[in-house]
């Protein structure tokens, strides 16, 4: 499955669009990363606990985006974009969408 930012597909036609596909999650975070985090914010630094979490979410929210890509029989999803927002204190929803379409044959 071909992922994109872009609305085109270098040397690659667009057949046919078949809708938009989205994938999301939503995670929290748990006492020993929050413990973690809040010593590290007294000598500064990067927080991995939090970007491993963030890592993994994005991941599975594009999973969930090109399974459903996938179902539609798609071949690429174009114009994907990643978004987050805050559901409640401390948990992160983090959604994956763009555009399924079916591509020319060379």
């Known amino acids: 499955m071909i992922l994109t930012t872009t609305e085109n597909i270098p040397n690659r036609k667009v ?3 078949l809708g938009l596909v989205r ?3 939503v995670m929290s975070r748990n006492l020993g990363v929050d413990i973690a985090a809040s010593l590290k ?3 500064g630094g990067e927080i991995k606990g939090y970007q491993e979490l963030l890592i993994k979410s994005r991941e599975m ?3 969930r ?3 459903e890509a996938a179902k539609l ?3 690429a999803v174009i114009m994907v974009r ?3 927002s805050e559901i409640m204190k401390g948990t ?3 959604l994956a969408y763009g555009t399924a379409v079916k591509l020319a044959k060379e």
């Open 15 to 17: 057949e046919s669009i």
């Open 23 to 25: 994938g999301n999650t």
């Open 41 to 43: 914010t007294l000598v």
């Open 61 to 63: 929210a594009i999973e």
């Open 65 to 67: 985006m090109v399974s």
């Open 73 to 75: 029989g798609a071949d």
């Open 82 to 84: 990643l978004t987050t």
């Open 92 to 94: 992160a929803e983090i």
